[in-house]
């Protein structure tokens, strides 16, 4: 195997034996051809669409399944193998539609090899050999190392946006656009002719779209759930039955609530499913009381230490104790081999098992945090915020947040945090925020220093607050008195970090360490044109933000 999408990868260079995640050998091949596999139903999908066939199955299976190969989502090789089955079955049935679509078109299908011949057998042992021969390594046979980074770059965001799609789908928000450049993009990954400047104009290009897909959730959930307003949440436990929910799905969350409701059962959200309080239809629920624990990599000292049931919803999901592993369960594209998936939307299992434990035996203290300013709340006191810079009561604005992880050095974030001056007022969103979330930080003529917007995909949030800024002090976003300093971890921070690239804006502050995936190449050009660069000290950076 190898595997460097994430930022915590073996030796900072890739994981060869078995992930840092825990991914073994197996589910890396088969995640692996997953990606193949996706790349071949793209190449026939693609040019069917030409022409103006499309089909909503492919659609709306492809972003599921390359979910399922997003760092900490799926480590069921059972589960990975049936999802192969099914991409099999589409692999057939795109070239169906691309081979008709031809016939009435009067036109002579193309004859595709490469990715469109991905399918070996239905056994495990079959795919994860075939898996083996399109692994990332293979790519450096036939390309320069800045080709396959800024593939990986391009792969990475999709998958990124694909995962983004996939939740705004779950809400009911699709656009044939964005399947269009899902399909489109799959294809092009498969040419043997990629330039620096056409793969760097195909990254760009992605996060043009995965701000639209961002967008597009952002509709969803608001849509569905309201616009979320400032609250305050308790984040200690309640007495009684408990469920945690994490993960990122607010719909599992939304009815797994209306599937308890009644049954003396208290509903916790957990990791970043904590912004899902602020939102105003999970406040009519009595029995969501609260947030428990904090980021994903502490789940599994929190999860034994949790006396209920657990659910994740996505990612990120770690490899379960034996001590809570019969009461925690998945679903969605999330899953683990022995853990039970709920499949049917019916979370009878998770309610019985909470039952079945013995709940929280007394009321922890009374701690509160507020939360529920995302682009709504703030634009709606934009004006006070406005006069508060002019005046000169806010000097800056810090935006610290992204992606949490186990890697040393994430400290770094909760130091700079404590380290901004008390006349700047910090942004944050993503499950980054678990590293100084409780702090109080004050406020500065009412206005909290602390503005908590959000999960990850809230960057949308961050980036229209910023707009709205900069367009009232008539200048752009770089213009503003503004400091980006970025936790990534996975793929959806690759498409984030792309979308803000689309948009021109430079001097992100990107750790805690750089994505090994990036070529020394490739990374220099980012300097040059984006002026991005790696953390470095809290003292070091707070220096050379302060000019």
Known sequence: MFCFQCEQTTRETGCITRGVCEKDPTCAALQDLIVEACKGIGMYAHRARVLGVTDDVIDAYIPEALFATVTQVNFDAERTRQILIHLAELTARAQSLYESACKNAGREAESLAGATQWMDGEDLQSMVARGDLVSIKTHYDENSEDIVSLQEILMYGLKGMVAYAYHARVQGVEDADIDAYVLETLDYLTHDDHTIDDLVAQCMKCGEMNLKVMEMLDRGNTTSYGHPEPTSIRVEPVKGKAIAVSGHELKSLYE????????????????????????????????????????????????????????????????????????????????????????????????????????????????????????????????????????????????????????????????????????????????????????????????????????????????????????????????????????????????????????????????????????????????????????????????????
């Open 256 to 547: 797994v609530l209306e599937q308890t409701e009644g049954k003396g059962i208290n509903v916790y959200t957990h990791g970043e499913l904590l912004p899902a309080l602020a939102y105003p239809a999970f406040k009519k629920f009595n029995h969501l009381v609260g947030n428990y624990g904090g980021a994903w990599m502490r789940q599994r000292t929190e999860f034994a230490d949790f006396p209920g049931a657990v659910l994740v919803t996505t990612n990120c999901i770690q490899l379960p104790n034996d001590s809570y592993k019969d009461r925690l369960f998945t679903c969605g594209p999330t899953a683990w081999e022995g853990v039970t998936h709920i499949s049917d939307g019916d979370y009878t299992p998770v309610i019985e098992a909470a039952l079945a434990a013995e709940g929280f035996s007394e009321d922890g203290p009374d701690e509160e945090i507020t939360i529920g300013f995302a682009r709504n709340t703030v634009m709606s006191v934009a004006d006070k915020v406005i006069d508060a810079v002019k005046a000169g009561a806010i000097k800056s604005f810090f935006l610290i947040g992204g992606c949490d992880g186990a890697k040393t050095g994430r400290n770094y974030y909760t130091e700079l945090a404590e380290a901004v001056p008390n006349d700047s007022v910090i942004l944050t969103l993503g499950c980054g925020k678990y590293r100084f979330h409780r702090h109080d930080f004050g406020d500065i003529g009412g206005i909290p220093r602390l503005l908590d917007l959000g999960q990850c995909n809230d960057a949308y949030s961050a980036i229209q607050i910023a707009a709205a800024l900069a367009d009232a002090f008539g200048t752009d976003v770089n213009g503003l008195p503004l400091s980006l300093n970025v936790s990534w971890y996975e793929q959806k921070a690759v498409s984030i970090l792309l979308s803000l690239l689309h948009l021109g804006i430079k001097n992100i502050r990107l750790g805690p360490s750089l994505p090994e995936f990036i070529s020394p190449n490739v990374l220099n050009f980012l300097v040059e044109q984006f002026n991005i660069g790696p953390v470095t000290t809290v003292e070091e950076d707070m220096k050379a933000i302060a000019g």
